[in-house]
């Protein structure tokens, strides 16, 4: 027997690939809902997204959702949809091709020349920033308006406490990136098209909803996890009511939680644990009536604004008038601790600096973020004892194309004489 501790989109995918492989688990959920931080609601007739407010239709969210039965209610965002940076005033175009780039006011011409520079440098040091690799292989205009706040927001953080061996060697690797960012690019015709953005007609709480009802039989809600012990080669995992026995383990929670369940079954590891960061974001739905077409936009790190960036739910899904901001981050994390009603408030200014629209506000939300930044040296040489497994998005691969492909992985290791 596995058992899965937590039923987050991690716990949900290894659940969907255990069960493909006809792997006896039993996955236990402390809330009264899966899905962890993928929540979909509406208020006020409006659809709104807490957590991730897309997906990207690659390989292995497609076979899933088409295992799952949900395809027909998949929408996808038009294509050839522009992303925006606010950058020196006003919102400016991100180029996805050498001649949108050419175009492009993003940069001033010393800014594009500059970048004529970077297969000339050094390639990534595993021990420099996230912000000082790209500022030495790109300069100073790159990294503030399009490669700091483009990576940087993925994890609400600051490039400069990020470095590169710990949150941005896999990705380098991932893309065949040696020595230069730009000479790989340009051999595949300069042009970069992400799989499509998507959605579920009704949020994307559609996924973990069609994973825990497919899989109900072997998950537990409302079964908070008091204690792991070893027993034998194997683990007791303890509830409120029950003892289960267990050969393997792997808790999916996030950090604070997986080093509570870790003290005194393997200190050494929750307390390296414990010590990574997360930082604050809050998220505020706004309703605008605007003819704003595009992603959305990302801030500028040379700007003083606390918003990190805004999401375009309107013309990304057709959800009429929703923007999602997010405020704060490692940039500015004192905004957690502003009132709701304060929180709206500069949501709503900010983005009528950026966008010239008025707002009002639908929602408030404060979230947490992995920071990867560095502290997550803590756990590079993280040791486990046998058979106790990790897969949360703070240990590897963060995103939901990462979690699928990290499930994949680990159920392959978990049951390796099933066919899946």
Request: net charge neutral; charged share 20%.
């Amino acid at each position: 027997m596995i058992v899965i501790v937590g039923g987050g989109i991690s716990g949900l995918s290894l659940a969907h690939e255990l069960a493909a492989r006809d792997q006896p688990f039993l996955l236990l959920e402390a809330s009264a809902r899966a899905g962890g931080v993928m929540r979909s609601g509406r208020v006020n007739g409006h659809l709104l997204e807490w957590g991730p407010q897309r997906a990207r239709l690659t390989k292995d969210f497609a076979a899933l959702i088409e295992d799952l039965g949900v395809c027909d209610q998949l929408i996808t965002a038009p294509a050839g949809l522009p992303l925006f940076v606010y950058a020196r005033g006003r919102l400016r175009r991100v180029p996805f091709s050498p001649g949108e780039f050419l175009r492009s006011d993003i940069l001033t011409a010393r800014g594009k020349l500059r970048l004529l520079l970077e297969p000339l440098t050094s390639r990534a040091r595993a021990d420099e920033s996230v912000a000082g690799f790209f500022t030495r292989k790109l300069g100073r205009e790159v990294y503030e308006n399009l490669a700091g706040p483009l990576y940087g927001g993925l994890y609400a953080s600051d490039p400069r406490e990020m470095e590169v061996g710990l949150s941005l060697a896999h990705v380098l690797r991932e893309f065949g990136v040696g020595r230069s960012l730009l000479l790989p690019l340009l051999r595949q015709g300069g042009s970069v098209a992400p799989p499509d953005a998507c959605s579920f007609r009704d949020g994307l709480e559609t996924l973990p909803r069609a994973l825990q009802e497919r899989h109900a039989a072997h998950i537990h809600l409302h079964k908070p996890v008091r204690a792991i012990e070893r027993r034998g080669h194997g683990y007791v995992v303890t509830t409120d009511h029950d003892r289960i026995d267990a050969a393997h383990v792997v808790i999916t929670t996030p950090a604070p939680a997986a080093a509570a369940l870790l003290d005194g079954l393997a200190s050494d590891a929750a307390a390296c644990i414990a010590t990574l960061r997360y930082n604050p974001l809050t998220v505020v739905h706004l309703l605008a009536d605007t003819e704003l077409r595009g992603l959305g936009y990302q801030v500028s790190l040379a700007e003083s604004l606390v918003t990190r960036g805004v999401t375009w739910n309107d013309s990304l899904f057709g959800r009429r008038g929703v923007y999602t901001a997010y405020l704060g981050g490692a940039k500015n994390p004192w905004i957690a601790d502003e009132s709701s009603e304060r929180a709206g408030q500069i949501a709503v200014e900010e983005f009528r600096i950026a966008t010239g629209a008025d707002a009002t506000v639908l929602a408030v939300e404060q979230e947490r973020m992995p920071a990867w930044d560095r502290t997550w040296t803590a756990i590079q040489d993280l040791t486990l004892p046998p058979n106790l497994h990790i897969h949360a998005n703070w240990m590897a691969r963060p995103g939901i194309p990462g979690r699928l492909a990290v499930s994949r992985r680990l159920a392959a290791t978990l049951a390796p004489d099933a066919v899946s």
